[in-house]
């Protein structure tokens, strides 16, 4: 019984460009489906947006909030008794926020314009970019390495073969 090298060495590449394409696999870090955009409205407060809604119909929905917000800060001023108010006027300007009443603090804000975050509609449109991206990335470092072994290994079988002696 004699060995056939081409074969099993062949079916040792199957073996081992199988098990080299799990284990990338297994360890890629391919980013998740994100169905969701995380708009950051303060340090307090993140809105969460589903990403088939698009950047018009987020937006839109944003500047409707921040309409309701601005009017329910103006009606809470308009409750503040005038003497509460010219109390917290009378604050020094140079007093940091940290330093002032919390009312006092409301007060002062509630008069500026509240403004839609930026930043967030490039997440919105490239969501599945940067996923298709890794997943190339990975499908390379998967495929490449065992292609380069086979070629490799072909080029060596090609060149042993030229040692043999040839039946004359």
Known sequence: MTINWRR???????????????????????????????????????????????????????KTRIDAKEKAEHAWVAEVPDARKAECKAIPKNTLFSDMPKDCVRIFFADMKLAVPDGWQAEVQNTSAKRWGAIKSIALWAIVPPLAALVLGLLLGWVSAGFRQSSS
Do not use: Q
């Open 8 to 62: 099993g060495l062949l079916r040792l590449w199957i073996v081992a460009a199988l098990v080299w394409c799990s284990v990338v696999a297994i360890n890629a870090n391919i980013p998740p489906a994100s169905d969701l955009v995380h708009i950051k409205f303060s340090n307090t407060e993140t809105w969460d947006y589903p990403v088939a809604w698009g950047v018009d119909r987020i937006e839109a929905d944003l």
